[in-house]
């Protein structure tokens, strides 16, 4: 099927290391952000989410990190294994009406066995 | 598995066709998203719901494209008169709160 990751920057990490994709987001007002995962052919999965009131979250084999002051949002992911090959993005969203999200780039991640 | 359907899963259209597209959410979800996704890029909103009532439209919803969710829980998009620039993933997804929302499978559009 068609590419979700086409054109998108690329990690590739060995298996069994740990990987850290990074994001960047636009809105000072936003107060909630996800991590989803998405496969090729497939909609976009939950990964983790964290509220502007914290700056850190854990998740099985999952880590979200958040600095407002420079507006970044990291997911580290712990020994990464092959399944954990996807596009990744970020979204943030704020708590006004509707909460739509608004979703960055994608970067694609690829796992070395 | 989100429990969010979508169908059709896969839909070709000759230019100028009307198109619709269902969108079944996790039960008791009272918020409903429609989204666009294009190839390479990150899923645009289209519109929201909250439980039969329309709330929000994005300016890419032009005239051509109308949502329904009658009774607060399937819904509808329809595109008339497609155009070429139509072709992309369409995806729903549902929500218990005003946060964390489930996608759908999609349904994915090519208008030749």
């Known amino acids: 099927g068609e590419s979700v990751g086409l054109h998108l920057p690329t990690l590739s990490v060995q298996e069994g290391d740990n990987s850290i994709i990074n994001c960047a987001y636009s809105n000072s007002a936003s107060d909630y952000f996800i991590w989803y995962k998405q496969e090729s052919g497939k909609g976009p999965q939950f990964i983790i989410d964290i509220r502007s009131n914290m700056d850190k979250r854990q998740g099985q084999r999952v880590t979200v990190l958040l600095n407002k002051t420079v507006k970044h949002l990291s997911l580290q992911i712990a020994a990464t294994q092959p399944g954990d090959s996807a596009v990744y993005f970020c979204?943030?969203?704020f708590g006004a009406g509707s909460y739509q999200l608004t979703f960055g780039k994608g970067t694609k991640l690829s796992v070395i066995p | 598995d989100t429990g969010v359907s979508q169908n059709p899963r896969h839909k070709i259209t000759k230019r100028g066709q009307n198109v619709t597209f269902r969108c079944d959410p996790i039960s008791e979800h009272n918020r409903l998203y429609w989204y666009r996704q294009t190839l390479g890029q990150g899923p645009e909103f289209l519109t929201y719901f909250q439980n039969e009532a329309q709330l929000e439209k994005s300016r890419l919803l032009s005239d051509r494209f109308s949502a329904e969710r009658p009774k607060g829980s399937f819904s509808t998009l329809e595109i008339q008169r497609t155009e070429q620039g139509d072709s992309a993933m369409y995806l729903c997804?549902?929500?218990?709160?005003?946060?964390?929302?489930?996608f759908g499978p999609g349904t994915r559009l090519l208008v030749l």
């Open positions: 979204a943030e969203g």
């Open positions: 997804a549902s929500s218990p709160a005003p946060e964390t929302q489930y």
